[in-house]
């Protein structure tokens, strides 16, 4: 199993920025991919980006261009960049670390998570 220490929410205005930073400790095997989900308060949990130990990314939609996920392999850290933060980006933030197989990705380990909050 992984651990994953998350850091780097807080408060901040709309149109600010904050960078999440999340370290995975134990086994790590490759190929896989970590990435960030978040979770708003009465919904559900969303993927926000992923990318995998080749640096392959994928974003939401709602984040595209306006978030950057990257990852230090050497540091088995990957880190979120957010700008232009909008109050609909408020949410628990959830880093998280899959190990992909034959049969596909195997069910992820998560961070603790770590509170974002966009607000005037």
């Known amino acids: 199993q992984v651990e994953l220490a998350e850091s780097g929410g807080g408060s901040v205005q709309p149109g600010g920025s904050l960078r999440l930073s999340c370290v995975a400790y134990?086994?790590?095997?490759?190929?896989?991919?970590m990435g960030w989900y978040r979770q708003a308060p009465g919904k559900q949990r969303e993927l926000v980006a992923q990318?995998?130990?080749?640096?392959?990314?994928n974003y939401a939609g709602s984040v595209r261009g306006r978030f950057t996920i990257s990852r230090d392999n050497s540091a088995n850290t990957v880190y979120l960049q957010m700008n232009s933060l909008k109050p609909e980006d408020t949410g628990v933030y959830y880093c998280?670390?899959?190990?992909?197989?034959?049969?596909?990705?195997?069910?992820?380990?998560w961070g603790q998570g770590t509170q974002v909050t966009v607000s005037s």
């Open positions: 134990g086994s790590l095997f490759k190929p896989n991919a």
């Open positions: 998280s670390y899959r190990t992909l197989t034959r049969v596909g990705y195997e069910n992820p380990d």
């Open positions: 990318i995998t130990d080749a640096g392959g990314t």
